[in-house]
């Protein structure tokens, strides 16, 4: 006699809520992240555009126009700021930092924290 051979409907319903909390997870994330790489993508032409002697309000100004035109409604131009590089002699940076939290399950939440910055006028001095 052969003995049966398969998973149970038991393990089924348990193998498949896993599959869903993941695609779940998966679906709530990743816009988070691309949204990320567009961010990270502003900072970058903003700094290929502007020299390294460009004031404060004309790099706000270009960030700006980056925000607008790729319809970022969750920052503001006041989350990018130009910073003063720690070590170097009148080196400036534009940098960001925020934090995104994303409803997950019932009263669960992601907290995700993304922070990138780049010297102004480094791709006109290499």
Do not use: C
């Not at 700094?47 to 002697?53: D, P």
């Not at 080196?91 to 019932?106: S, T």
């Amino acid at each position: 006699m052969r003995k049966q051979q398969g998973a149970t409907f038991l393990t089924w319903v348990a193998g498949l809520g896993v599959v869903i909390f993941a695609f779940i997870t998966v679906v709530k994330i990743a816009p988070v992240y691309l949204e990320f790489q567009t961010v990270r993508s502003i900072v970058d032409r903003v700094v290929q555009e502007a020299s390294a002697k460009a004031s404060t309000q004309e790099i706000r100004r270009k960030v700006d126009d980056f925000i607008i035109v790729n319809s970022l409604n969750t920052l503001s131009v006041n989350d990018f700021n130009v910073v003063q590089v720690e070590g170097k002699n009148n080196v400036r940076a534009l940098e960001i930092h925020y934090e995104v939290r994303k409803h997950w399950v019932a009263n669960i939440d992601f907290l995700m924290t993304f922070q990138y910055s780049k010297e102004l006028g480094a791709a006109s001095d290499t």
